[in-house]
């Protein structure tokens, strides 16, 4: 079936810990994203790519870091991770660019930083 | 950058319409959409505005004024799985969306 998988669906994580949130869509699409979800604050885009081997930064890169080797993969990696990391962390892609692109997402990851 | 405002909760009883508001400011304006968002779940898409009027696509409907700023989302013939959150997002350029915090929409019998 095609669409978006992430991984792993939930981690708790200690301070200071290293970790990699995976992406991987199979709908050969051109863009891709990494979104946080917090209460109250929506989806706020942490960094994007537009095409394999180019990335962006969205509204929150800070403590992020992202890669596009090839067209499948997105990782996310939080260097050091810290409390306010904690969140739902959605991955998503696009055809793009063109009118009516519709961004697609992952089923999410739930990440807690203690 | 983007501002985008939508209530946070609405409420309406099965087999009615209910239309949620969505405001924005931006300096590039790009696209409308409209993403449905079940509690623990991914958005999915809803609908997309580009030119000023109404979309319509089943039992829901978008409708887009640019010049005011100004969107709406209308759910009719409310069914209890459309109890969910409603994203409104707006693209900027052509790739990036901001999305607003979204509007929890309780369907009760």
């Known amino acids: 079936i095609a669409g978006i998988t992430q991984a792993p669906t939930s981690q708790i994580l200690a301070a200071g810990r290293r970790m990699t949130l995976r992406c991987t869509q199979d709908m050969r699409h051109n863009a891709m994203y990494w979104y946080r979800q917090d209460l109250g604050l929506g989806l706020r885009l942490i960094h994007y790519?537009?095409?394999?081997?180019?990335?962006g930064k969205g509204e929150v890169p800070d403590g992020y870091s992202v890669s596009r080797a090839n067209t499948d993969d997105f990782p996310l990696t939080l260097a050091s991770a810290v409390p306010s990391q904690t969140s739902v962390y959605f991955c998503a892609s696009s055809d793009g660019p063109g009118e009516a692109d519709t961004q697609y997402f992952g089923p999410g990851t739930r990440l807690t930083v203690l | 950058g983007q501002n985008i405002d939508q209530p946070t909760e609405m409420t309406a009883t099965e087999g009615a319409i209910v239309q949620i508001n969505c405001t924005y400011q931006?300096?590039?304006?790009?696209?409308l959409f409209w993403y449905q968002q079940h509690a623990g779940e991914a958005p999915t898409f809803l609908s997309y505005n580009v030119l000023d009027g109404l979309e319509e696509k089943g039992r829901f409907s978008s409708f887009l004024s640019r010049s005011k700023g100004y969107s709406y989302l209308l759910l009719k013939e409310l069914q209890m799985k459309d109890s969910a959150s409603y994203l409104c997002a707006v693209r900027e350029g052509d790739y990036k969306l901001s999305f607003g915090a979204g509007t929890t929409v309780t369907v009760r019998a």
């Open positions: 931006t300096s590039g304006f790009n696209g």
């Open positions: 790519s537009n095409t394999a081997g180019t990335t």
